[in-house]
């Protein structure tokens, strides 16, 4: 393998890519990988659509790049017009970005400049959730609950409050799920409490979890609980849909599924799947209605409303909705997840298996009972990806208690996917989880 000057995370090398079509990349040497986590949760309609290619190229034969200051843009304002008409009743005002740690981080300023403007300066704090994650500029980082990710940059950052994610599945108790869900939203209560409600700005969550709880659904109760406690305390709520946005869980917006409204909302990945760098965030029209009128939005990128971004994204969608991948998501996730588990009946060491439609994941531990994790040494989360890569099947890991014990892993192909391919997917698996087991010492059964 040649020398490179890149670097990313690690180190560690991967084989070239030299094309990628569907559900599937090949590298240099014509091996086939199925691409069963969409990248990091991105390539949501597959990869090298036509008509999305076509879309693009006709915009680069137009331009590719105005500056926002200088120039509106029909591609654009096509997709704003679009996104809007996706979004719950008032939430019409959107603000392009190039991805999800940009979308958060202007979600966060923008909840705090509507506060500056509306005379509550005294409100700068935002509670977020632990594990949690919201991405890596400084601003993401401290609401994220992870500690890999955190403290190395904690005295740079003002680290923003945490309660307890609502990992019910954990929990041994003779409590119902319902009254599980409705526990963890009080610590919400508890926290503002603490804090003082008057300097609380926002509670920023992610409606499914993404990597930090590998897939985490919360009980119903703890959606209704939460949105009453926002209203009744005047802290604004912000949905990170980055992951979950776009179709992923079987329905536009996770939020859907709860008939949850946020005021604001961010939104990447998936939403142009990986044919641009893009993200969006879609905000309630008082909340940007105020900021205009106090001046003007204090906050932007170069590349927000890139024209040749923003007609990928609008081609994306429309593969989205003319396709019925939203339908597909549901189907085939509900489809994907009975095959999950059914690997649970065969290895013992899958503690459990969770998510909402193509969002997915299954979590290992030593003792099902229990819940007690693997011995981080062994470094599960890093072995299975390598026997699944070995064999042509790329999922995605992460340690699931904070980043620092634990190991779950996500199974979350294109929308596109068949029952062929959940078929085809499961099998691979199922040969990478013998071969971890055996080489780890763990039982399996018949």
């Not at 017009?81 to 719950?88: F, V």
């Not at 992460?398 to 996917?417: K, N, S, W, Y």
Request: negative net charge; contains cysteine; hydrophobic residues 40%.
């Amino acid at each position: 393998m040649s020398k490179s000057h890149l670097f990313y995370q690690t180190g560690a090398r991967r084989p070239r890519v030299a094309r990628a079509e569907g559900i599937c990349l090949w590298d240099v040497d014509g091996k086939r990988y199925i691409d069963a986590s969409s990248g990091p949760m991105v390539s949501n309609i597959g990869h090298s659509n036509p008509r999305v290619l076509a879309a693009m190229r006709a915009q680069m034969e137009r331009t590719t790049f105005a500056y926002r200051l200088h120039f509106e843009n029909d591609a654009a304002e096509d997709l704003a017009t679009l996104t809007a008409s996706l979004m719950p009743e008032g939430m019409d005002r959107i603000f392009f970005v190039s991805g999800g740690s940009e979308a958060v981080e202007s979600c966060l300023k923008l909840a705090r400049q509507y506060a500056w403007v509306s005379g509550q300066r005294e409100r700068w704090k935002v509670i977020s959730l632990f594990p949690s994650y919201h991405g890596s500029t400084l601003g993401a980082t401290a609401v994220t609950g992870m500690h890999p990710f955190t403290e190395p940059f904690a005295d740079m950052i003002r680290v923003m409050p945490k309660i307890p994610a609502a990992t019910c599945y954990l929990d041994r108790d003779a409590l119902s799920l319902e009254e599980r869900g409705r526990r963890y939203a009080r610590k919400l209560r508890e926290e503002i409490e603490r804090q003082g409600p008057e300097t609380v700005l926002a509670f920023i969550m992610e409606p499914v979890g993404g990597a930090s709880t590998g897939a985490l659904v919360p009980p119903d109760s703890w959606y209704r609980e939460i949105r009453d406690i926002c209203k009744q305390y005047g802290v604004l709520l912000i949905a990170d849909e980055v992951m979950t946005g776009a179709g992923r869980t079987g329905a536009f917006l996770a939020c859907e599924h709860w008939d949850l409204r946020p005021d604001i909302i961010a939104m990447a990945k998936g939403f142009a799947a990986g044919y641009a760098p893009l993200g969006a965030m879609a905000a309630d029209r008082r909340i940007v209605d105020a900021v205009l009128a106090s001046g003007g939005f204090a906050h932007g990128y170069t590349y927000a409303g890139n024209p040749l971004a923003c007609a990928a994204g609008h081609a994306v969608l429309q593969e989205v909705l003319g396709q019925g991948l939203v339908g597909n998501a549901a189907e085939q996730g509900a489809r994907l997840r009975q095959a999950l588990e059914g690997l649970m009946q065969r290895y013992p060491f899958i503690g459990d298996v969770r998510g909402k439609g193509l969002l997915l994941a299954f979590e290992l531990v030593a003792d099902r009972e229990t819940m007690e994790p693997l011995p981080p040494a062994l470094e599960a989360h890093v072995r299975l990806v390598e026997e699944a890569y070995r064999r042509g099947l790329i999922i995605y890991s992460r340690r699931t208690r904070g980043g620092t014990v634990g190991d779950h892993f996500m199974v979350c192909p294109p929308l596109i996917v068949t029952d062929a391919d959940v078929d085809e997917i499961t099998g691979i698996l199922a040969d990478s989880l013998d071969a971890f087991a055996a080489d780890a010492g763990l039982p399996v059964g018949p």
